[in-house]
């Protein structure tokens, strides 16, 4: 008998994890089971285009149709699993039915973190974004709480349709926990020149509301501010209850997570797990998935790289987790590219201009190039994510010289012979 693959949780890792199984030669049953009614679909224009009614959703699913039938990939929409049993090998659904496994993955993304406030808007699926589309058509002052990513796509493509929005931040910067100083000061006053106002080193002390809607918010320095519109994005939460109520490790790290190796295998060899909902330990590590050298990244491309791994696990073919981390993010005219993760950086070097909105910041820790952040600049991006990928470290005085030839230097540094 053939062997069955269940997949748990039908976004970008999910359905890569089905389509790069089918493409490593996996010849058995798959199974793709998503809480949600609709169809695997694109999350990053939600906050985005989506919210200014220049991306249709018609253009959001991430496969047509036809996948499903051309892969044998049996999706299941509007299902939830309540149970896993090792054992059995099972995992048990919302209507009692239960599922055989030979090999489980669990893709189950994560969860928007949430507030004591009642009728304040998220943003975190389609319903979401659908619900805060419809009540943005109307609004004329939007109070967003929460600086990250999310909070400032959500503030721009409010602002470009036209509203009135205020910011409100816990800590002295934004995007504080994601991005450098430099970066997060040249954030702030794009979002300033565009109108956007900011209340940072502020939280929430009291709502007031009129007829059943929130009408103002009072902050814990006093000031009060009026809306029509409340958006919370303070980060995400690892949906993990359904791995931790059958024992799997789980990561000790900050952000949790399922703890995986760098294969993208759990404490249960029948059992893998990618995307946000997963920590590993990057290749290399001589340390184990839960100290404190463990990842849990939250992108796309983590989301749907991760999932390459599993799946040529399932398969037999361990070929360890390398791919570098880049996130983007789109506000106003901006384009804000990341590669690599600049945490421990101890310097960095500027290449192009900030007056120009065309520029790159160089993070390094000693000698060693750890990331690179592009704005409109997409090819130098391209390039960083080269230079990480390679392990090449040009110099911050080479990078910082835009007569530099930096796509020279890499052709050059990797066509070298070695020593």
Not at 307 to 318: E, F, M, P
Request: charged fraction near 25%.
């Amino acid at each position: 008998m053939k062997p069955t693959l269940v997949i748990i949780g039908a976004s970008y890792a999910g359905t890569q994890l089905a389509a790069s199984a089918r493409e490593y030669g996996f010849d058995g049953r798959i199974v793709l089971l998503g809480e949600e009614p609709d169809a695997p679909y694109q999350r990053p224009p939600l906050s985005k285009s989506f919210l200014t009614g220049q991306f249709a959703e018609a253009r959001l699913p991430l496969r047509s149709p036809a996948f499903f039938d051309e892969e044998r990939v049996e999706w299941r929409p509007s299902t939830r699993v309540t149970r896993i049993d090792r054992d059995r090998r099972e995992v048990v659904l919302h209507d009692g039915t239960s599922l055989r496994y030979d090999h489980l993955a669990l893709t189950t993304g994560a969860r928007v973190r949430t507030l004591a406030i009642e009728g304040a808007f998220y943003l975190r699926d389609l319903a979401d974004a659908r619900r805060l589309a419809e009540a943005s058509r109307t609004a004329r002052s939007v109070v967003v709480i929460g600086g990250g990513y999310i909070g400032l796509e959500v503030a721009a493509s409010l602002r470009q349709s036209g509203a009135e929005v205020t910011v409100v931040e816990a800590e002295s910067r934004v995007l504080a926990r994601v991005a450098s100083e430099p970066l997060s000061t040249f954030v702030l006053e794009a979002h300033t020149a565009q109108g956007v106002q900011f209340r940072l080193n502020r939280k929430v002390a009291a709502l007031h509301a009129r007829a059943g809607h929130i009408d103002t918010i009072e902050l814990d320095d006093g000031a009060r501010l009026s809306c029509d519109l409340v958006v919370v994005g303070i980060g995400v939460v690892p949906n993990v209850e359904l791995a931790q109520s059958c024992g799997l490790r789980m990561a000790s790290t900050p952000g949790g997570g399922v703890a995986v190796d760098a294969y993208a295998r759990t404490s249960d060899p029948a059992i893998v797990a990618a995307g946000d909902c997963a920590s590993f330990v990057p290749h290399g590590s001589a340390t184990d998935a839960t100290d404190a050298s463990a990842l849990r990244i939250e992108s796309v491309q983590n989301a749907n790289d991760m999932a390459k791994t599993a799946a040529a696990t399932i398969v037999g073919r361990l070929e360890p987790y390398r791919a570098v981390p880049w996130f983007w993010s789109d506000q106003y005219d901006l384009k804000l590219q990341m590669a690599g993760l600049n945490t421990g950086w101890t310097h960095y070097a500027l290449r192009g201009s900030l007056e120009a909105r065309k520029f790159s910041l160089f993070y390094f820790r000693g000698d060693a190039l750890l990331a690179v952040d592009s704005v409109n600049r997409p090819q130098e991006h391209m390039l960083a994510r080269k230079l990480l990928a390679g392990d090449l470290h040009p110099t911050q005085q080479q990078v910082s010289d835009d007569a530099f030839d930096l796509k020279g230097w890499i052709a050059q540094a990797t066509t070298r012979p070695s020593a």
